[in-house]
């Protein structure tokens, strides 16, 4: 399996975390003794379905290590981009693999085991997109301060995940919908006012399940997909503010 890492994104002076990379890379950052990066890295090295990894908005020459064949890919500035230009790197080095995954440089409590598992998942379905939410109790039970946002749906209160599975052939044909989608792919509500007022309104009322909330979004873009639940609350831990940091490195020190 080939792996995008999403690594880019700048601290300014309105981030949370800007005091600890001012100016500076956020995957960067320090975390119980090495870049928060350099955890996910260390976590892919380990799994044993993950083939190559491209890193994108990180320079080569930053010191990186990873046991897999890697490589290194500039920010293109935006996510919808930064995927796109993933997707055609891997379509180009291995036109034979259909689908890649997407990981968040942000979530360093990520293992090889739950790398495998989730992938082994993933490659159960035939679909275009595989998007990975977590149960509120999941979350709440392995990180309990950790102050997630969550979306009430039918069937549950639940949020994003930052690692995903893709089929190559989707993204590089994306509508400007898509782009849209992936750019809220953290605010269910934004997403659903993007395919009418009839899905927003349900998802208000708490009538769709997130089977429903899926299918709908799939068919408006013309893909297959499906929003698949994880039991594993690491996936959902991004460090996106100061305490946030602190639970982390806490955790990763343990």
């Known amino acids: 399996m080939d792996v995008i890492v999403l690594a880019g994104g700048i601290s300014t002076p309105a981030d949370p975390l800007y005091e600890m ?21 260390d976590a892919l090295s380990g799994a044993k379905l993950v083939e190559s990894v ?47 995954i997407t990981i968040s440089a942000d979530i360093p409590a990520l293992t090889p085991e739950i790398i495998d598992q989730s992938i082994q998942t993933y490659q159960a379905y035939d679909l275009d997109v595989c998007y990975t939410v977590l149960d509120r109790a999941v979350m709440e039970r392995r990180f309990p301060n950790s102050k997630r946002t969550y979306v009430k749906i039918k069937d549950g209160e639940v949020c994003g995940g930052d690692l995903n599975y893709i089929r190559k052939k989707a993204v590089l044909h994306p509508a400007g919908l898509w782009e849209e989608l992936i750019k809220n792919r953290k605010n269910p509500i934004k997403q659903a006012s993007l395919i009418g007022f009839g899905t927003l309104l349900l998802l208000a009322l708490g009538r769709l399940t997130l089977d429903d909330a899926a299918s709908r979004v799939c068919r408006r873009l013309g893909i297959t997909g499906k929003a698949v639940r994880s039991p594993f609350a690491e996936i959902g831990m991004d460090v996106d503010k100061p305490f946030q940091f602190e639970i982390m490195e806490k955790d990763l020190l343990r």
């Open 21 to 41: 990379a001012p100016g500076g890379l956020k995957s960067m950052i320090r975390i119980a003794g090495k870049p928060m990066v350099q955890w996910v890295l």
């Open 54 to 100: 491209l890193v994108i908005g990180i320079k080569e020459t930053m010191d990186l290590t990873c046991s897999k064949d890697i490589a290194f890919l500039d920010d293109a500035g935006t996510l919808i981009g930064n995927i796109q230009q993933g997707c055609t790197f891997f379509d180009q080095l291995h036109p034979q693999n259909s689908h890649v």
